[in-house]
């Protein structure tokens, strides 16, 4: 039996629309018949729970604008039952408004809105900008995602509430978050509560959403419904309250010449239980692999990777964004014969956007499967430069002959690696001459590639290192180089607790680095020395977070921050720093300083 006629009187939806353009010809009253057809055919289609359309009322039109709506009813039984004696029966709206090439959806259950938004054809979502215009000062609660590598360290997502959040935020430790929705109290002409004062506004810029309070009444509906088409169409764009976030890219354009890549394996830096091999393969393509860039147009790229001084020969990704999600399609357009497996697996990593990271001289990035804009801190981060004198700074250790180990190879004679120069240079007493105890804990479940403890000064130092892929004197700074070293420095901060760092060190006694041990320079027969000197160590032992890398070179780091240096060369130092400064804050809230050590020509 039917039920009783509802007409667009008797309605009071909850006004949080998904804004759209529409993507053909049609206008008007054709756009509205083709995407109710469309909305309908998605209601109608049953999953779990059965659906049947109740209603469709008639169409209205009100200074310009079509409304119609859809009534339909789901039923299914309880999710916590598993037989089927009992039924649940939901009755759900979906609101349509159309004007001229813009339409808004409104639907009561949110999961059947986004599904009929990724269906539709014959609209998309309003550009990012269009959302943005509903979110200004006083924010009241903010949503982040990070586009950082992700570690045990930093939250993948953040949520916010308080009075003034723009105040609020760390311009440092949050400018790798992007914000991806947010409620403020816009200045929007008919974005009101029923008393007339300012209505709290969220937008999801991203997702096209906007969200403001339930309509009193179906007249109170659509004006509100017109005054959010007409600030995301033609309103004023109001200044970014949240600045110094990052900002995430759905639109291609302006993001151009790419200078280069790395491999940021979600393997390399997770505190789960991984695969030694897994783990191993995911080390070699971060660390041990280079890889030569050429821009090609747009977002594309073509690479040129090496690994143990083998060329595997050219790949070329196509890149698109679809919906603000990076895609990637690679192809091989040069290959290097007997590389095969080799290049099998570099795909594997270069073809996942989620374990690439791609950098732009327009300043984008691709990081996380997004493409953003980075919130780059004007405050650069205060280096240690160093001379390299006598050693090669592209080579991060040395090689190890067939049926020798690297802890036998590390600063004997010939060794002109960075192993090298921690252990005869790094750590000197008044004398000029290595002091303290040193250990090197290199491979895939590394604490860090050198461990240091100086007994007097009852310090404590992580050490971790990457080789520079450049080392001409005049060699521009290159954030990829810092990346991952960065990443996995601030994951290992809490092994700088004494009792886990301990237990650890005995963990390792039996790997073939466990050898690799020396006192005030002297090379140890095995570890016992160096934990019987952790296990001294007091609990207030002071804490240290290294990070070799003599990529950035003195010259270069003051030429870019001088006044008139060149854009393109002066935002990389402005991502390294602003990448260091954030692992310096991570390593301040762990009780540890945080040293960069660069070139210093």
């Keep these: 039996m039917p039920g009783p006629r509802i007409e667009h009187k008797d309605l009071r939806p909850f006004v949080a629309p998904v804004l759209l353009d529409a993507v053909g010809p049609q206008r008007n009253r054709a756009l509205l018949t083709r995407i109710l057809n469309q909305v309908c055919q998605q209601a109608r289609r049953s999953g779990i729970r059965g659906r049947r359309i109740l209603q469709t009322t008639a169409v209205e039109l009100d200074g310009g604008t079509f409304f119609q709506a859809v009534i339909y009813r789901e039923t299914g039984a309880p999710a916590w039952l598993a037989a089927e004696e009992l039924e649940d029966v939901l009755h759900h709206l979906i609101v349509v408004a159309i004007r001229g090439k813009h339409a808004a959806i409104a639907a009561s259950d949110g999961s059947m809105r986004d599904r009929i938004v990724k269906k539709l054809k014959a609209a998309r979502r309003m550009p990012r900008d269009a959302i943005a215009a509903f979110v200004e000062e006083e924010a009241k609660a903010i949503w982040l995602n990070g586009l950082h590598t992700p570690t045990a360290t930093k939250a993948d997502t953040k949520a916010l509430t308080g009075g003034n959040l723009e105040y609020a935020l760390d311009p440092i430790g949050d400018q790798t978050y992007y914000y991806s929705a947010a409620r403020t ?57 949240f600045a110094s976030l990052s900002h995430a890219v759905d639109d291609p354009a302006g993001v151009s010449d790419a200078y280069g890549v790395c491999v940021v394996p979600q393997e390399l830096l997770s505190e789960d239980d991984i695969p030694a091999a897994q783990r191993e393969a995911a080390r070699r393509w971060a660390f041990d692999a280079t890889y030569e860039v050429d821009p090609l147009a747009n977002l594309s790229i073509r690479i040129r990777p090496h690994i143990a001084g083998k060329a595997l020969g050219a790949i070329e990704l196509a890149i698109t964004l679809e919906d603000g999600m990076a895609n990637i399609k690679p192809q091989w357009v040069e290959e290097v014969h007997g590389q095969e497996e080799l290049r099998a697996e570099c795909e594997q990593y270069l073809a996942d956007a989620e374990r690439i990271k791609i950098y732009y001289n327009s300043g984008h990035t691709i990081a996380q499967g997004r493409c953003y804009v980075g919130g780059y801190s004007d405050q650069p981060f205060e280096w240690t430069f160093r001379p390299f004198a006598g050693y090669d700074i592209t080579k991060e250790k040395p090689s190890v002959p067939h ?122 027969p095995n570890r016992e020395g160096f934990i019987a000197a952790a296990k001294k160590l007091p609990q207030s032992a002071t804490r240290r977070l290294v990070v070799l890398q003599p990529r950035v070179t003195r010259r270069e780091r003051d030429r870019c921050w001088a006044d008139g240096a060149p854009p393109s060369h002066a935002i990389r130092i402005r991502q390294i720093d602003t990448l260091m400064l954030a692992g310096r804050a991570s390593s301040i809230a762990c009780g540890a300083s945080f040293e960069g050590i660069g070139d210093a020509g």
């Design 403 to 524: 049926g020798s180990t690297l802890a036998a190879q590390i600063a004997i004679a010939g060794d002109d690696s960075l192993f090298a120069y921690v252990v005869k240079e790094m750590f000197q007493g008044d004398n000029g001459e290595p002091k303290g105890w040193l250990a090197s804990d290199d491979g895939s479940m590394e604490l860090a590639d050198f461990i240091h403890i100086d007994p007097l000064k009852k310090e404590i130092s992580l050490v971790h290192i990457k080789a520079s892929s450049n080392a001409e004197a005049n060699r521009i700074a290159s954030p990829p180089d810092y990346e991952v070293v960065v990443s996995q420095a601030v994951k290992n901060l809490r092994h700088l607790d004494r009792r886990n760092l301990v237990d650890e060190l005995i963990k390792g006694k039996a790997k073939k680095i466990g050898a690799a041990v020396w006192h005030d320079g002297v090379k140890q």
């Design 185 to 241: 109290l816009p200045n929007v002409p008919g974005l009101t509560t029923a008393d007339g004062k300012r209505a709290l506004v969220g937008a999801a810029p991203a997702g096209g959403r906007v969200w403001v309070r339930r309509a009193e009444t179906w007249d109170d509906f659509k004006a509100l419904l017109k005054s959010v088409l007409d600030h995301a169409t033609s309103g004023t764009r109001p200044l970014d309250p």
